[in-house]
């Protein structure tokens, strides 16, 4: 028999829920499963015949009781039925599973049901393409199984064999005798592996035993066809049986065919939506993983030193990342452990600016997903959310909802963003993906109340909500001085901190880019290159910066190779700047009081500071090991705005007095370059803070 002659009975799933309900409100006197009411007037589930006691144990030590059966609403619910398990919301369908146990904790109120599930095609890894060559009513068995209380259970269904489906004429003998059955039938004939996304035929045999067994693929094998037992994703691979039609027999319509066979409900349920064209623009995010670039494409065009400044441009992604080993294995264990354990978790990474904190986690997430293994073949989503490019801090919730929704162009306000991702966060689902939230620049996020990092924490300690969250920032101490202690609380203990590059770190990264091209940099010039940058900041970018300038002038002077001499060149330019000439030319303690502020700036991990505190950070300065005399808080407040009408500090309107706001107008890089020989910065940098 071909699909087109199977027909299924016509039936309305939305309206049986409801006849199903109201039919569990209504009492029946003579019923010896007849619901006892809670306070609230709705149906209570009650076990149904003794409880055995289990050899397992909960965590906690709790011995298990396990039963046979429960009641709800005069309806029975037995070890072995399918059953459709409530959704997490209203317009969600539900899902369908198979109960294999039945048991509770001593001491606990909670009814627990251990439920193996049901895939349906929008749960799998197939296109939406190769989902319309599937029947409407088809779904795949499974391996994955979790437990839940037996109150999300919401009615009974039944799941038979493909080799079950009735033909035409049984269709019309079942629909004129079978009129009193309203429970819905589904068909599956193939059981899919999550890890490997992988399909295989299952006998009849196989099907009746899997809700008894506990691994039905070890137990059951021989009921597990041999034929196509790795098959690819694609249906002409994966559905090759005789009995099976084509995709444009199953798409084609018959004469009494299609009418009534299934209803917008079921097909909801199966496709995601009431018509497999309207599905391709709401498919759940099964396949596509958000993950970011791989290697950049190296052309190897045009000369050596053409070559070598493109290896060196800051936005070429390296094949490896030299010198931070550690820090990659310490992010890599801590997240592949939470992917592989389904929970969520927050690690906070801290350093200075360029010191390859983003880079190293987007290594890791490229390594995850070219390495299926280090995850047990789980899949996950990547969202990466810089707090620079934030319009408001609010908007964090919008990025992310946008991406763990599927749904680039999603038109939410912050409110309602933050509100659907509370929901999904903290409702539990077995299908759900692992989701990582490269939150960078987290400290420009800190607001005064500080709830959007909070909530982003919090959701990801929800035990249900799969959500990894890799929170960096550039100040080392920002949970213990910024973060309020309920936000440090949710942020967990988990920490990662990068130093700052040595010069032989600096020069082992210019080394690692010009693998290959040896003959562009001569050694002494790598070197001088990698000391100058290394004495000042540390900063990875600036030296790729520099050995790139350093290679425009060397051949724009008709030399093969960067030697010394076009290094200094270039750091002759990078002082011959207009901002480093200003900054050169300011006043002992001008230049006292802009570093001052830079060092208040990382003390408490903001932007921003107040007048009050640079003129007691300025103070402080002056009182250390200096030994400058501290001029009057009127010339020093003059000397504020002063920097301010050069461009070098923003500062508020002087009405304002000490609560005036100040921020720098200028690379704190360049500041430090500048003053890379100034006795506090060699001050500071004994105490950490450059």
């Known amino acids: 028999t071909t699909m087109p002659g199977k027909r299924v009975r016509r039936s309305n799933p939305a309206k049986q829920r409801q006849q199903r309900r109201a039919k569990r409100l209504k009492p029946a006197d003579d019923d010896p499963l007849s619901p006892v009411r809670t306070g609230k007037g709705r149906p209570r589930c009650r076990w149904v015949g003794p409880g055995q006691p289990s050899t397992e144990t909960k965590k906690g030590g709790d011995t298990k009781t396990m039963y046979q059966a429960f009641s709800v609403g005069g309806e029975r619910f037995s070890v072995g039925d399918c059953v459709l398990v409530r959704p997490e919301t209203d317009d969600e369908d539900a899902y369908i599973a198979a109960i294999v146990a039945l048991y509770a904790y001593e001491g606990e109120p909670e009814k627990h049901a251990s439920l193996r599930w049901f895939f349906s095609p929008s749960h799998t890894a197939l296109t939406a393409e190769e989902r319309k060559s599937l029947h409407p009513a088809e779904v795949f068995a499974s391996q994955e199984q979790d437990e839940n209380v037996i109150q999300s259970i919401d009615a009974k269904c039944k799941v038979l064999h493909w080799s079950q489906m009735p033909s035409d004429d049984d269709a019309k003998d079942n629909s004129s005798h079978d009129g009193g059955d309203e429970t819905e039938t589904f068909y599956c004939r193939r059981l899919y592996d999550a890890k490997t996304q992988k399909f295989r035929k299952i006998t009849a045999r196989f099907l009746e035993d ?17 034929g196509n037992s790795s098959d690819s994703l694609g249906l002409e691979s994966a559905y090759e049986d005789d009995d099976m039609a084509t995709p444009k027999q199953t798409r084609r319509k018959r004469k009494g065919q299609g009418r009534g066979k299934t209803t917008a409900a079921s097909r909801r349920r199966l496709f995601g939506s009431a018509s497999p064209k309207k599905q391709q623009r709401k498919q759940r995010p099964t396949t596509k993983l958000i993950v970011p670039a791989g290697v950049t494409e190296r052309k190897q065009v045009g000369t050596v030193l053409e070559q070598a400044r493109a290896r060196l441009h800051v936005s070429c992604v390296p094949e490896e990342l030299p010198c931070r080993e550690f820090e990659f294995e310490s992010i890599f264990g801590f997240v592949a452990d939470k992917i592989k354990g389904t929970v969520g978790g927050c690690i906070f990474v801290s350093g200075v600016p360029g010191t390859g904190k983003t880079a190293t986690v987007r290594a890791v997430a490229r390594q995850l997903t070219m390495d299926p293994a280090s995850t047990d073949g789980l899949r996950f989503q990547f969202v990466e959310i810089n707090g620079m490019a934030l319009t408001t801090p609010q908007q964090a919730y919008v990025q992310l ?60 300690s929800q035990a249900a909500s799969r959500l990894i969250v890799v929170a960096v920032a550039n100040t080392m101490d920002l949970p213990q001085r910024v973060l309020s202690e309920r936000v440090a609380s949710r942020l967990g203990l988990a920490e990662q901190q990068f130093d700052p590059y040595s010069i032989s770190q600096l020069a082992e990264i210019v080394k690692t880019r010009l693998h290959g091209l040896d003959d562009a940099f001569q050694q002494d010039a790598v070197r001088l290159c990698a000391g100058t940058v290394g004495k000042a900041s540390g900063d990875a970018r600036r030296v790729l910066n520099v050995s790139r300038r350093a290679s425009e002038i060397a051949q724009a002077r008709g030399a093969t190779q960067v030697e010394t001499k076009h290094v200094k060149a270039a750091f002759d330019e990078l002082k011959g700047s207009s901002a480093i000439q200003t900054l050169s030319a300011l006043s002992f303690h001008e230049q006292l009081f802009l570093l001052a502020v830079m060092v208040d700036f990382r003390v408490t991990g903001l932007e921003e500071t107040t007048l009050g505190r640079a003129l007691d950070a300025h103070a402080a300065a002056c009182a250390g090991s200096l030994g400058a005399p501290c001029p009057s808080t009127a010339v020093v407040r003059n000397l504020c705005y002063g920097l301010g ?32 020989d100034h006795p506090y910065v060699t001050r500071c940098r004994a105490f950490g803070h450059f």
């Open 401 to 460: 909802w946008r991406a763990v929704s599927n749904n680039p162009d999603a038109a939410v306000t912050p409110t309602h963003a933050a509100a659907l991702l509370a929901k999904r966060f903290t409702t539990p689902s077995p299908h759900r993906l692992c989701t990582v939230v490269l939150l960078d620049e987290m400290d420009q996020m800190c607001t005064r109340k500080q709830d959007v990092i909070y909530n982003i924490f919090d959701w990801s």
């Open 210 to 226: 899997l809700a008894q067994a506990e691994t039905p693929v070890a137990s059951s094998a021989g009921h597990l066809s041999d």
């Open 645 to 676: 009408s050069r461009g070098l500090l923003l500062v508020e309107p002087g009405r304002l007095g000490t609560h005036a706001k100040i921020r720098l107008n200028i690379s704190q890089v360049d500041i430090l370059f500048a003053y890379k």
